[in-house]
């Protein structure tokens, strides 16, 4: 969903390249995205697993789930959880994790209508190329009553903390990457695509546009990362 030239990345999301680019970063990936949010990412986990208010025995969507991290703090509910994530390369690198693992691609979705209590999807809507699309599609697939929880970067609060987190974006995240990622030019990508992402009450809007109904948000870590929930 990125094309890239030289060290920059293109915001145009065309689903072959995005998937190739996330394909290309699997191997480091998990150690990379710790590295870059200084070990908050464990934290950004744990508080999605919360706003789901999982129960044992549940069906849960966990899409754009990588290597399946996510999907196995989402178990520690005891709830059934499904990763699905539309890089193969992805899956493939979380294949020793015991949790079921299913391709697919957020805007047809190999899910019958109403089969979830819950769905969520992390730092991924951001890649979708039509996320307004995906967001009618994550409703199709969940139940009447059911709950999403959106975790995604999002816009600071505070304007000197943006000030700061906004350079550390665009200079310091790429020059980390270099360091520790196999691909640096997908930060770039990640940098400039969070800087182009609507704010939490935008999205809110866009969440609700789309079928969905109560939607609130949280902000994590100063509105580094919001967490909007939202009921089918």
């Known amino acids: 969903m990125a094309t890239t030239h ?5 915001l145009e999301k065309d689903p072959h390249q ?7 970063v699997a191997k480091r990936y998990d150690l990379t995205n710790t590295i ?10 744990r508080a999605t697993r919360s706003a789901l208010q999982l129960k044992p025995g549940e069906r849960v969507l966990d899409l754009a789930a990588g290597t399946g991290v996510s999907t196995v703090e989402l178990g520690r509910s005891g709830a059934w959880c499904v990763a699905t994530d539309f890089s ?5 690198q979380g294949i020793h994790r015991r949790v079921p693992m299913v391709a697919g691609d957020a805007m047809h979705l190999p899910y019958t209508d109403a089969v979830f209590d819950a769905a969520t999807i992390s730092f991924g809507l951001r890649n979708v190329s039509d996320f307004d699309a995906g967001l009618r599609e994550i409703a199709r697939v969940t139940k009447p009553g059911g ?3 959106v975790s995604e970067f999002s816009t600071p609060v505070l304007g000197p903390f943006r000030t700061v987190y906004m350079e550390y974006l665009m200079k310091a995240l790429p020059k980390v990457a270099r360091a ?4 640096p030019d997908a930060y770039v990508y990640l940098a400039e695509s969070i800087r182009a992402w609507p704010t939490q009450p935008e999205l809110a809007k866009r969440i609700e546009a789309a079928g969905w109904r109560n ?12 967490l909007h929930r939202a009921t089918r």
């Open 6 to 10: 030289g060290s920059r990345a293109s």
């Open 18 to 24: 995005v998937a190739s680019m996330f394909d290309a």
């Open 36 to 45: 870059l949010s200084f070990g908050q990412d464990r934290s950004w986990r």
């Open 88 to 92: 193969k390369g992805m899956l493939q």
């Open 147 to 149: 709950r999403l929880v």
């Open 180 to 183: 520790v990622s196999s691909n």
């Open 215 to 226: 939607v609130q948000w949280r902000n994590l870590t100063g509105g580094i990362v919001a």
